[in-house]
């Protein structure tokens, strides 16, 4: 059974920086892309970003690029999110996902974690 | 690549069929044929769920009353008969190339 647990949300100020994990179970990790996606209070889906299963590629979502920066250690079935420079609007829940054929289809969802920039 | 989703909001009577549409300021078929456009759905209060993807293939354990479909920029997605457990917001996302794309949702609510 496929589980994806996200921490490391909280209330932060501006400027500061947070880190989010998702540990997985249930799968082969190592062998699936995963990505972020958060969504601020009351809004749509952002996609964040996305690292291939072995981590040789990352890509960003333009409004998070240079800030944030995601990372993997498989040896350990977990997902990072180091965010730095947090602004008011990175507020969120921020969601990780599991890339079942690579090309963006997110077959399976954490329940997420609150990040909340404020001042 | 900006996804544009029509209606916002979607009133439906359950039973009634309902229609969404979703489309991309360029093509997502590639050059194999491929459509690379995914279907959520997020029930109020839940994580979003997939519901089709590759533009009309449905994920696992999704019923046959959804269906997608639609090539290069127009896609539909399709909801035979609505039932009580369809109600939620419905995202179409682009997966051809980064950084991904979803359209801003449609709100399939209870007429």
């Known amino acids: 059974q496929v589980h994806l647990v996200e921490s490391g949300g909280g209330v932060v100020q501006p400027g500061k920086s947070l880190r989010l994990s998702c540990v997985a179970s249930g799968f082969t990790f190592h062998t699936y892309g995963m990505h972020w996606v958060r969504q601020a209070p009351g809004k749509g889906l952002e996609w964040v970003a996305v690292?291939?299963?072995?981590?040789?590629?990352?890509y960003y979502g333009d409004s998070v690029k240079g800030r944030f920066s995601i990372s993997r250690d498989n040896a350990q079935n977990t997902m990072y999110l180091q965010m730095n420079n947090l602004r008011a609007d990175d507020t969120a829940r921020y969601y990780c996902a599991r890339d079942y054929g690579g090309y963006g289809d997110l077959d399976y969802w954490g329940q997420g974690t609150l990040v909340n920039v404020f001042s | 690549i900006v996804m544009t989703q029509s209606p916002h909001t979607l009133p439906v009577t359950p039973g009634e069929p309902a229609s969404i549409s979703c489309r991309s300021s360029q093509s997502l078929r590639d050059s194999n044929g491929y459509n690379f456009l995914d279907w959520y759905l997020q029930r109020p209060g839940q994580s979003p769920q997939l519901l089709i993807y590759?533009?009309?293939t449905r994920a696992s354990g999704v019923p046959d009353r959804f269906s997608g479909s639609g090539s290069g920029t127009d896609f539909t997605l399709k909801i035979s008969r609505v039932e009580a457990d369809d109600f939620g917001v419905y995202y179409c996302?682009?997966?051809?190339?980064?950084?991904?794309?979803f359209g801003q949702g449609t709100k399939l609510d209870l007429k």
């Open positions: 590759l533009g009309s």
């Open positions: 690292i291939w299963f072995d981590g040789s590629k990352k």
């Open positions: 996302m682009q997966g051809l190339q980064t950084p991904y794309t």
